[in-house]
């Protein structure tokens, strides 16, 4: 039996092309974040660590699961690769994985991160990525075991240098979810997922 697969949102971004926080954005019924924090919810239940950077009250206020793990970014501003540094830091000891939600990614099937999680347990795969079409995207699951690799990479570069490192060890599955390669970074990509998912 494999250990605990749990989730890292990663919601500490300032949003600077949307000009405005983004996560706090109505979507569904919910704000952005708060419905990805419940996609996650349905794969690993409470299993979720939320990693908090700008607007981190704001942000926070937006879920009342006092189950969930909040921990602040300090260094949110030099990129992403320091909020998944940050999130892989706050797992327990019993994690053996953990799927990499972004926080601007409310509109994927909660199907998704299920049939990550699927893939993983019956491969020997370390690094799980969904793609469309051939093209890779996210909620993308690692093992724990790559914790200190991941704590060593290149800024720049992020978790592509870990994917071409392990490449042996990275299994894609293609999913029928297009919404894998699709987030929300301008006031036109909100407003066609809005419309999306009318």
Not at 160 to 185: G, H, T, W, Y
Request: aromatic share 6%.
């Amino acid at each position: 039996m494999k250990q605990s697969v749990y989730a890292i949102v990663l919601a500490a971004g300032k949003s600077t092309r949307m000009q405005k926080q983004k996560l706090l954005l109505p979507f569904q019924g919910e704000t952005i974040i708060r419905k990805v924090i419940n996609t996650a919810m349905q794969a690993v239940n409470s299993n979720i660590v939320v990693v908090l950077g700008s607007h981190s009250d704001e942000v926070r206020q937006q879920t009342n699961n006092p189950n969930l793990k909040f921990i602040l970014n300090p260094n949110y501003e030099t990129g992403m690769l320091s909020s998944v540094i940050c999130g892989f830091s706050a797992l327990p000891e019993r994690a053996g994985a953990a799927m990499l939600f972004l926080g601007d990614q409310p509109h994927i099937p909660g199907s998704v991160p299920v049939q990550l999680i699927v893939a993983w347990n019956n491969s020997k795969k370390g690094i799980i990525i969904p793609t469309f079409s051939g093209k890779r995207g996210h909620p993308v699951l690692i093992e724990t075991k790559y914790k200190q690799e991941i704590e060593q990479l290149n800024p720049e570069k992020g978790l592509k240098e870990l994917m071409e490192k392990f490449s042996n060890d990275v299994l894609e599955v293609e999913c029928q979810a297009p919404e894998v390669i699709r987030d929300i970074d301008t006031p036109d990509d909100y407003q066609y997922e809005i419309n999306k998912n009318k």
